[in-house]
């Protein structure tokens, strides 16, 4: 065995030991690129110890996006932002540099069905995740069914904690299914647990007047609005549904004469 190779049995035993797959990968072939560039030893150490962190922050951005259970790849480049308000534009553009959620701030997204919602709910979902947040997605409906489960097994206050490792919790279409009073109880609570440590994220189709349909008391829809909004960026989307108006825009192909 050549002393070259006997090095490179060194190194592939560390790398295992170390848990450094990447440094494995592309030692060899990074040694050979700086041989052939003379780079100096340190800088090839550096060239490594990079491509290890890069590989390292990808896995970790993919495994984040994995666990936040995202319905659907929705990202902020496909969005149009021409059919949204300036307003709106300049606030999702904040959003979407993720410094809300080291705040703890709240974001509440509300519209008529097919405007963008949960587009921008997961496509700010996944620029958190980028920014290195651990965000959790689910409807709603969803999330108390979770902690009705949770309450009834006398495990409520331990699920609130649990959820807290999520920085961001997407909350996807309140209000299209009423809640009962339990359910109701129970999204107060979450809101209320979160306050002021981590952020929520709202969907909606009612405005915040019709809370009170959706969780069926004035009295709780206003302490959670109330709790919701005093840290929150709240965009209103007005419009038609942008499937709709895509239809209306999209000219319908001109059948071909026949020859
Ligand atoms: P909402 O949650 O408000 O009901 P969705 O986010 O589900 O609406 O949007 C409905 C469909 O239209 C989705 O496929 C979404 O990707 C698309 N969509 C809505 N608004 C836009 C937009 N401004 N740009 C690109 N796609 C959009
Ligand atoms: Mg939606």
Redesign the pocket.
Known sequence: MSARDQVAGEIIHATRELKLPTVREVFASLADQARAEAWSHEEYLAGVLARQIASRTTNAVNTRMTQARFPATKTLAEFDFTMIASQARDLVAHLATSTFVPKADNVILLGP??VG???L?IALGREACQHGWRVAFDSANGWVTRLASAHQTGRLDGELRRLDRYRLLIC??LGYLPLDAQAASLFFQLVAHRYERASILI?S?LSFARWGETLGDEVIAAATIDRLVHHAQVITIDGDSYRTRHHRTTPTPKKEPHQ
């Open positions: 069905p097919g919602k949960t587009h709910a996807d279409e969907t189709n």
